[in-house]
């Protein structure tokens, strides 16, 4: 909704003000709410305000508008808002309250190289212990023909003449409360204050050539999927010679067969028999250091979890490793020979009678012996 600004309101001044009469109010007005007197909010608000009403009745053509019934700024929060109509706020306020940016010199050609990111896959194994790797980088490096400068070999940049090397090119302005200087950077030099006039053929003034290199990188034990190694002054040469960008490598670890990683612990699933749970056995399993054998006890349960300790994966910023919590799956049969059946009926029997839930009654041995050969298929 359009609504107009009450702009002779703002400045308190009458709609038959002159341009003097105007002015006054508003430095009056600026002198008190500027924000370098008057940081509250509210205020600063208003000295917005009263800038925006300023700038409509300084101006004789806004102003006649504004009059008619047109205000530029009539919409509240518009786009680009506040001083976006060409007025020079902040070379107004420099002017005028005695501000204005330090003196600026010419910028320097050499600039900070970007920093360079690449992947790295691992397997679980080498994130586990680290291990070397020899990467293949496609960086910018330092220009071997002008070492940097950008120049043709022979020559160097000369100081331009538009700014005498100053990188800055000044602009008297007149205002009202008289004339004003602007600087903004020389456009003959785009601010550096020299000029190549012979570029480097091999690099066009950059200073830097593309090229591929190889590195050799130690990768930590215990790193993970997404962790960053920085290699410091490994990225890209910066542009005019400028010091390099590091490097960071990422870290993918591939996803492992059999071991699922939380932390630096291992995970893993083994199923055993049915009867290999109830009567205990030892099993064959894999871990990261090769195979080794699991106990499992008499009466093991489905769900149940084994933890080998110390033997996950090591710890990145500490000694020590973590764990290896191997998960038990019990399996019960589908199918049964019929012997098989005959021997767990018996068995129901006999744990209906005389064993308490969990325990074998002694003297049962041999039956027990019968059992584990005819499931494990003698
Ligand atoms: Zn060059
Ligand atoms: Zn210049």
Redesign the pocket.
């Known amino acids: 909704m359009p609504v107009a600004n009450d702009y002779y309101g703002i400045l308190g001044v009458r709609r038959d003000a002159g341009a003097e009469e105007i002015k006054r109010a508003y430095r009056r007005l600026a002198r008190e709410l500027h924000p370098d007197v008057n940081p509250d909010p509210q205020l600063q608000e208003r000295f917005k305000e009263v800038t925006q009403a300023y700038e409509v009745l300084s101006d004789p053509e806004k102003r006649q508008m504004y009059d008619l019934g047109a205000d530029p700024y009539a919409r509240a929060g518009a786009p680009g808002g506040f001083g976006a109509a060409g007025f020079p706020f902040s070379d107004l306020m420099d002017a005028f309250f005695g501000g204005g940016a330090a003196p600026r010199g010419p910028r320097s050609r050499a600039r900070r190289g970007r920093n360079a990111t690449i992947r790295v896959d691992l397997d679980l194994s080498e994130c586990a212990f680290g291990t070397t790797r020899d990467l293949v980088v496609d960086t910018a490096v330092v220009?071997p023909?002008?070492s940097g400068e950008?120049t043709a070999p022979g020559t160097h940049a000369v100081t331009c003449d538009v700014c005498n090397g100053r990188g800055e090119v000044s602009q008297v302005t007149r205002s009202f409360i008289g004339q004003m200087m602007t600087s903004r950077p020389c456009p003959g030099c785009g601010g550096f204050g020299t000029v190549i006039r012979k570029p480097?053929p091999?690099?066009d003034a950059d200073?830097r050539v593309r090229t591929r290199r190889t590195i050799k990188v130690r990768i930590p034990a215990g790193v993970e999927d997404g962790t960053h190694i920085q290699l410091a002054g490994e990225g890209e040469t910066g542009p005019g010679g400028g010091p390099p960008g590091d490097l960071f490598l990422e870290i993918v670890q591939r996803p492992h067969s059999i071991f699922e990683r939380q932390g630096d612990d291992l995970h893993c699933t083994v199923t055993i028999p049915m009867v290999a749970a109830a009567l205990g056995a030892t099993l064959q399993v894999e871990t990261l250091d090769g195979p080794a054998e699991l106990d499992i006890r008499p009466g093991t349960q489905s769900g149940q979890a084994i933890p080998l300790y110390g033997q996950g994966t090591e710890h990145l910023n500490s000694s020590g490793r973590g764990d290896l919590i191997i998960h038990v799956t019990v399996e019960t049969p589908t199918k049964l020979e019929p012997e098989q059946e005959e021997l767990l009926r018996q068995l129901a029997k006999l744990r209906g009678k005389e064993s308490p839930p969990g325990k074998f009654a002694p003297g049962q041995h041999g039956f027990f012996s019968r059992l584990r050969d005819a499931f494990n298929g003698r």
Do not use: K, P, V
Request: proline share 0%; aromatic share 0%; charged share 10%.
């Open positions: 220009c023909t002008c950008g480097c091999e690099c200073g």
